[in-house]
C-alpha cells in the first residue's frame, strides 16, 4: 500500500484538517501559519486518552486539531490576515522550489545492506522504532552569482523505493531544512575561525503530529579559510541533551574524515531509543581509542528531557523570567533577540516548559530564518527566535514583547507592554522569587530540574488546581462540562481572581480543560498534575489541624 502524503511545517503549530488534491499553494499559505487560528473542540480517540499525560509534556507535544477558527471579520481561511503574507509565502516557495527544473546532483547512497537487514530495516521504519529518521549534512556553496548557498550534501539513510509525489514531499522538507541550518540566509564566506554551537527546532504535519530537527554547525579541521557545516538530525524524539551528546561523537569522528560518522550513526540507527530513565549503549569504533561504549540515557522526567534552564536563568534574571513567564501565560506576541542559535532555541524551550501542565498553543519557532521574517507580522500570539542582525526588521511592531538575549546588552525588555510585572498576582509572584533562590549560577542542570519546576508548578496548582471539582459529569461514562463561572467564583483571593479569569480564556487552558472533560472518569487523578494537587491538598489539610 502507497504511504500517505506527508507535508511537513515549520514551527509547534496546531494543524487543520488534510487538504484536497487540488487546493494547491493556496493550502500551503494557510498551512504555514495555522497556528494562527486552531479549533479547541476535537473529539479525542480512547487510545489518545490513554496517552494524555505524555502528551501534556511540550517534549511530546504531538496534538492533532482539525479545521480553522477565525477571529470575528475573518469569513474564510483565504480571507483576513493571510492576505498579509501571500508575499512571505510567494518567496519561500521560490527558495524551496529553486531550480526544480534543473538537474540536481544525486546525494551519496547509504551502506548497503544484506536482505535480511534491508527486510528489518524496513519492518522498523515501518513501526517508527529508529533512533531518528535520517542525518543530513548541509554546507554553503557558492553559486554562479557568486553567493554561497546552504545545500545539503549528504544523506543518511537514502530512502529509495518512493513513488514520485513521496519523493517530491521529502525533496521539498530536506531543502527546507537548509534554512533552519543556515538561517542566516546567503551572507556566508570562508572562515578560520567559527566556534560550533548546537540547536533546535520543530518540524510540525498537517495531522498535528511533530519531528524535531537537532543541528550542529562546525568548521571542519583543515588550513585556511573554509566553509561551516551543519549536521542536521531528524527525529520523533524531543531530547536536546541525549542529541547533543550524539552530536559530540558526531563532531570528534569528523575531525578525523566524513567517513568516520555513518557507522557511527548506522549503529545509532539500528537501536530503539530508550524509555525515560533508560540507557541504550552503542559500540563505535574511533581511530587512537579503539573500541567504545557510548552510552546514551534519557531523563527520568520525560517533559524536561528537552529543556536546559541553565541558558534562560543566564540571560535573564529571575524577575525578569518572571515578567516573560506572565506574558507567556497570557499568550501575548513574544520575540527573543541573541546573537547565538543554541541561545535561542534553549530559552525558548526552557520558557514554553515554565507552562507546564499547560501547553502552549499558538506559533512557536525557536529560529526564524531570514526568509520567514515577516512572520513577526502576524497579529496572533507567537514565540519566536530571531538573530540579532535581524532584529531590525523583527522589532518594528506594537503591542508585543522583545527580549534582549544577548551579552553586554543595554536593556534587556527592547519592547513592552508596561503591565509585565503586575500580571502574576503578587503573593504567588513572590513565591516563585523565593522557591528559584534555592538555585545559584552554578547551579547543575540537574540542580535546575528540581528547583525550576518545584518553582513555577505550586503557581497552577494554586490558581487553577481546584479545577476537578468543577468538571461534572451526568454519568461515569460520560462526557464532563466544565463550569468556568463557579470556578472562577471559588477562589477567595481577589488578584489571584483577576488573573484566573484572563488567563481562563487562553488557548492552552481551554485545550487542558476540553482534554479533561473527555477524559474518562475512571482516569481521573491520575495525572502528574493531579498527584501534585493531591499532595499540596495533603499538605495543606496537615497544616490546618496542626493550628
Request: with cysteine.
Amino acid at each position: 500500500m502507497t504511504a500517505p502524503r506527508r507535508t511537513w511545517t515549520f514551527s509547534s503549530m496546531r494543524s487543520k484538517s488534510r487538504p484536497s488534491p487540488d487546493e494547491g499553494e493556496h493550502y500551503f499559505r494557510r498551512r504555514l501559519f495555522s497556528s494562527f487560528r486552531s479549533d479547541r473542540g476535537e473529539q479525542r480517540s480512547e487510545e489518545q486518552e490513554d496517552d494524555i499525560d505524555k502528551r501534556r509534556a511540550f517534549s511530546d507535544g504531538q496534538i492533532k486539531i482539525n479545521k480553522g477558527v477565525f477571529l470575528p471579520g475573518e469569513e474564510q481561511p483565504d480571507m483576513g490576515t493571510m492576505k498579509r503574507f501571500s508575499t512571505l509565502f510567494s518567496s519561500f516557495r521560490g527558495k524551496i522550489n529553486k531550480d526544480r527544473t534543473g538537474k540536481e546532483p544525486d546525494l551519496p547512497a547509504s551502506t548497503e545492506l544484506s536482505s535480511i537487514e534491508e527486510k528489518a530495516k524496513e519492518q522498523r521504519y515501518a513501526s517508527g522504532q529508529f533512533f531518528f529518521e535520517y542525518l543530513v549534512v548541509v554546507r554553503p556553496k557558492k553559486t554562479k552569482d557568486g553567493i554561497y548557498e546552504p545545500q545539503i550534501i549528504y544523506q543518511f539513510p537514502k530512502k529509495d523505493g518512493m513513488v514520485r509525489f513521496q519523493k517530491e514531499e521529502e525533496e521539498k522538507t530536506l531543502k527546507a531544512l537548509t534554512l533552519f541550518c543556515f538561517p542566516e540566509g546567503v551572507n556566508w564566506a570562508p572562515l578560520t575561525e567559527y566556534s560550533s554551537e548546537t540547536f533546535s527546532f520543530v518540524l510540525t504535519d498537517v495531522d498535528g503530529t511533530r519531528k524535531n530537527g537537532y543541528c550542529r554547525r562546525l568548521l571542519p579541521d583543515g588550513k585556511g579559510a573554509r566553509l561551516p557545516e551543519a549536521y542536521c538530525i531528524i527525529s520523533n524524539l524531543a531530547c536536546f541533551g541525549l542529541f547533543s551528546k550524539i552530536f559530540d561523537e558526531v563532531e570528534q569522528r569528523r575531525k578525523f574524515s566524513m567517513a568516520m560518522i555513518y557507522p557511527f550513526m548506522q549503529s545509532l540507527r539500528e537501536s530503539a531509543f530508550p524509555a525515560p530513565g533508560h540507557t541504550v549503549n552503542i559500540k563505535s569504533f574511533i581511530p587512537e581509542r579503539g573500541t567504545e561504549i557510548i552510552s546514551l540515557t534519557r531523563p527520568t522526567d520525560s517533559w524536561l528531557e528537552h529543556v536546559d534552564f541553565r541558558t534562560l536563568f543566564k540571560c535573564l534574571s529571575d524577575e525578569e523570567v518572571l515578567q516573560v513567564f506572565a506574558a507567556t501565560v497570557l499568550e501575548r506576541r513574544i520575540i527573543f533577540i541573541a546573537d547565538e542559535l543554541g541561545t535561542l532555541s534553549q530559552v525558548i524551550h526552557a520558557v514554553a516548559v515554565l507552562l507546564y501542565p499547560f501547553i502552549w498553543q499558538h506559533t512557536l519557532i525557536s529560529i526564524v530564518p531570514e526568509i520567514l521574517i515577516d512572520v513577526v507580522m502576524a497579529p496572533t500570539p507567537y514565540l519566536l527566535g530571531v538573530q540579532k542582525s535581524l532584529a531590525d526588521q523583527a522589532t518594528d511592531q506594537t503591542e508585543l514583547l522583545v527580549v534582549d538575549l544577548s551579552e553586554g546588552r543595554k536593556e534587556t525588555f527592547i519592547k513592552c507592554m508596561g503591565d509585565e510585572d503586575t500580571i502574576l498576582p503578587h503573593k504567588l509572584k513572590d513565591e516563585i522569587k523565593q522557591a528559584l533562590s534555592a538555585k545559584n549560577e552554578n547551579s547543575s542542570l540537574e540542580e535546575l530540574n528540581r528547583v525550576v519546576p518545584e518553582a513555577f508548578l505550586p503557581f497552577f496548582i494554586k490558581t487553577v488546581g481546584h479545577y476537578s471539582k468543577y468538571i461534572v459529569r451526568n454519568g461515569k461514562d460520560q462526557r464532563g462540562e466544565f463550569k468556568r463561572i463557579n470556578f472562577c467564583k471559588a477562589i477567595e483571593s481577589k488578584s489571584t481572581r483577576r488573573f484566573v479569569k484572563t488567563f481562563v480564556q487562553t488557548q492552552m487552558f481551554d485545550l487542558f480543560i476540553q482534554e479533561m472533560e473527555q477524559r474518562p472518569a475512571s482516569q481521573d487523578g491520575t495525572g502528574l498534575f493531579d498527584k501534585k494537587i493531591a499532595e499540596y491538598q495533603k499538605r495543606m489539610k496537615e497544616k490546618a489541624k496542626k493550628i
